[in-house]
């Protein structure tokens, strides 16, 4: 007999080289489509039609490169993150194959590096998670660390480990899919003029729109991946908690910045790198979250003339308007209202 | 470089025969159809159900026509509304081919009529928007007019022209689905003993039931028709706005009376045509919708026994039954509470 | 002319051996497993993944049984349930076909027992429901009682007639589907190595996690079912009612709560029974629902070593953990919080 519950893994379970083979895998709905629209109002074309697809040389729509890695990263949080106290960033992120409807996603982590605090009650831990279809193809992969709970401050620490991590994907490690040829891309469908050649480093859009969050939507956000971290679902226990209130899933924000990004942004149609990222603030239901990004680096593409990549750092700003673009100070400390800095690289047409 | 975001089009952006084609094509998918009986819990059987689809002759359920409606108008709206001060109303609308799930929407407006309002400030743009599937057929069309912003007070005014609009769509103009045979149509399964024959014109309909709406409910609604409308999702800016709160997309209120009316027309089984539509007062969150429905016609249909069409007119009504049919009184004024005033023409079985 | 708006069935208006054809057949979506998921974050792998359901034997994932319960049930509240003062129990619930997307399914009820109250202005009536799919199978049954109000309290009493419930369904009752093979069963997968041998009746389990609900989730969930019960979604009506606000449906308390038992019962794979049921306490949006369970048997199937059935008691409680269980007392009173006690019956694999 025993206990049956999942108690979750502290920091003593985890051992350097150990892979996590992740429960619960997910076929992928017409209807998560569709609800991630609702929940967010994405209109990137590629995502939205299946004949904008096939005119890119993809078999039909695939899913939003964003819902793609909530499912996969949903599937980490009872292994990896259910006593953790904090999300500390993300690196090294690479989206392989599109997902499509249809697809089994199922999530596999390699724990790649380990150091307790100095406090003995905690340690980092870094994991390599990768998300995989149903023929056994990498769908994507990113590096994560946390901060997770000793379940014994007594335990001895491990030997340190920390891994080596990238500021960026370099350009050689992004991947475009196979079959996608943006020479046919249509500017007009796509809803904006503005290609690869149109954009430079250093030039900053705001994206305008606001978008406030309800209760019921970022929960039935963060159900849909089966993403089970307790904060976001329980107002009984969280009344009680650091916040007063349920807290907002990140990876929700991510998404609503990346929609409200098409007002700027709206041939970014394809994200291909997670170079970074960081929760800068915690959001919560009522707030509204506004939007605006950086281009950090304009790439071509070895032997591509069709399509080049964008490196963007995108911002969430909550409950004001991005027209003064605000961001970290000199100082390093951000801006009052900041909640997201989120460093990724897309894939953009050129003009050819 | 310069701007990226779209500034949406001012009143001197329109000239009289111009098409815009909009952006982000749309597949419907399975999940559109889900979400849409989670939004109105609509209970038409014709939309519910393969099998019955298939009794009267379609290949399999037809999405809700007003969600057909909505997607086709949410397209339109970074185009045409996004500096509209009021939407003034819709004529002719003409419902062609069903749409079903695969099914890519893309929409295109003519402009049609143009007139500049005498205080200098804004003007009336007048559109017929046609909503084409991807096989290039049209699935819908309607005239629409709203009041623009014009960018300039200074621009000179273009020379008025405006569109003659019929009252109604002329019966000759319906359109009855080529497949549609309501020949064999089931009753019990669709919920109702009346039929065509047992109408008449001048005949009110309590549709009883009341629906409270809730911010997420419309706010994921008006996202997954992706219409863009800033008014309906930015709580930071409407609460200094005119209401003071998020506004309810005003096709919400049309398809929660088409769901209402269920109970007293359960046999309206396929709209064919909007012949007008009037948005009366603001709708918002914690508002309770309730509907009654006035026959206006019943007309029969050329060669057709199965099948014949009723004109309708719904008044939507919030926070107040509609025991007592609120209506337009002689004044023309509306009574406090009605919210929408909706004509519309639909099919409905023959005893034969 | 006449009413043509649903009055619903009084108590006089049912006979013994009436069999209902209940309307409003529903072809089941993809888009209605991505909702379920998305309102109760159910993460059982079968219901989950179709690869994980080949793997069982099925040709795909199956829809959640209480899903399939939630949809045939809803069609039985229009003709049984709309001049019900309650809903008095379950019984004798049997679970046949899986249902799949691209299913449609239609519901019937036998009325096979009546019982005016001594009050004479209710009465109870007894019904068996049976859901069936597009090929005429039976995909689950079973029978209800509801205190329905008489529409005169003049009209003479029918002679009682109380059919005999059982406490439980048998054993050789269970319905194990015909493909169903759990020989292969992968509880890495599956998310929990805890099988069937591993239960013993007695035991109790806290599913430790509860889940606050909010209007715009019960409301959606209901409303996917296309039940039409008005307590659900009128405020405007309920604030003057009997608890001043909307009551939630209590299938949507048992899907919650069967969502929860994850974490203690991951390999209850498939309900084959509901032997009982009652709703303890209403519930209202801004409840947090915690649950626990009680085995009550292991039994073994004829014939089967791969697979075993387990009658569980899950009870859910709100704005309360449910660390120290609580239960129903000797008195026969429920402990405060408690909303569910639901009796029914799971397949999980053996060890074989």
Redesign the interface.
């Known amino acids: 007999?025993g206990t049956?519950?999942?108690p979750g893994n502290y920091f003593e379970d985890f051992a350097l080289g150990q892979i996590i083979?992740h429960?619960?895998?997910?076929?992928i709905?017409?209807?998560?489509?569709?609800?991630y629209?609702?929940?967010?109002?994405s209109?990137f074309?590629l995502g939205?039609?299946?004949?904008?697809a096939r005119s890119v040389g993809l078999p039909?729509?695939p899913i939003d490169d964003l819902l793609a890695f909530h499912v996969v990263f949903g599937k980490t949080v009872?292994d990896v993150s259910l006593n953790a106290i904090a999300n500390l960033g993300y690196a090294n992120g690479r989206f392989h194959q599109p997902v499509y409807?249809?697809d089994?996603l199922?999530t596999s982590s390699e724990v790649i590096g380990l150091k307790e605090n100095s406090n003995g009650k905690t340690g980092v831990v870094y994991v390599r998670s990768t998300g995989t279809n149903?023929r056994d193809e990498t769908v994507l992969e990113y590096i994560r660390w946390v901060m997770v709970r000793k379940r014994d401050e007594a335990s001895p620490p491990p030997t340190p480990q920390v891994p080596e991590l990238p500021d960026a994907v370099s350009l050689d490690q992004l991947i475009v899919p196979a079959e996608l040829t943006l020479v046919g891309y249509d500017d007009?469908?796509?809803?904006?003029p503005?290609r690869w050649d149109?954009?430079?480093a250093g030039?900053k859009?705001?994206?305008?729109?606001?978008?406030?969050v309800?209760?019921?939507?970022h929960?039935?956000?963060?159900?849909?991946y089966?993403n089970?971290a307790?904060v976001h679902?329980?107002?009984?226990?969280e009344e009680h908690g650091r916040f007063g209130r349920?807290l907002i899933y990140g990876g929700h924000i991510i998404s609503l910045a990346r929609a409200l990004s098409f007002?700027?942004?709206?041939n970014a149609c394809r994200i291909v790198a997670v170079n970074g990222g960081r929760h800068v603030a915690p959001t919560f239901a009522?707030d509204?979250i506004y939007a605006w990004s950086e281009v950090l680096e304009c790439n071509e593409l070895p032997g591509r003339k069709d399509v080049g990549a964008l490196r963007i750092r995108t911002l969430a700003v909550k409950?004001?308007s991005c027209e003064s673009f605000p961001d970290k100070g000199n100082d390093g400390n951000y801006e009052a209202g900041i909640v997201l800095d989120f460093d990724y690289t897309v894939l953009m047409p050129r003009r050819g």
């Open positions: 007999m049956k519950t999942n083979q429960a619960t895998p997910r076929t709905r017409g209807g998560d489509i569709s609800l629209t609702a929940l967010y109002g209109r074309a939205s039609s299946d004949t904008f039909s729509a009872p409807t249809g089994t199922t149903q007009v469908a796509a809803g904006s503005h149109d954009y430079e030039e859009i705001d994206h305008v729109d606001g978008m406030t309800e209760e019921a939507e929960m039935m956000a963060t159900r849909l089966q089970t307790k679902f329980n107002q009984h226990t349920r007002n700027g942004l709206a009522g509204t409950n004001s």
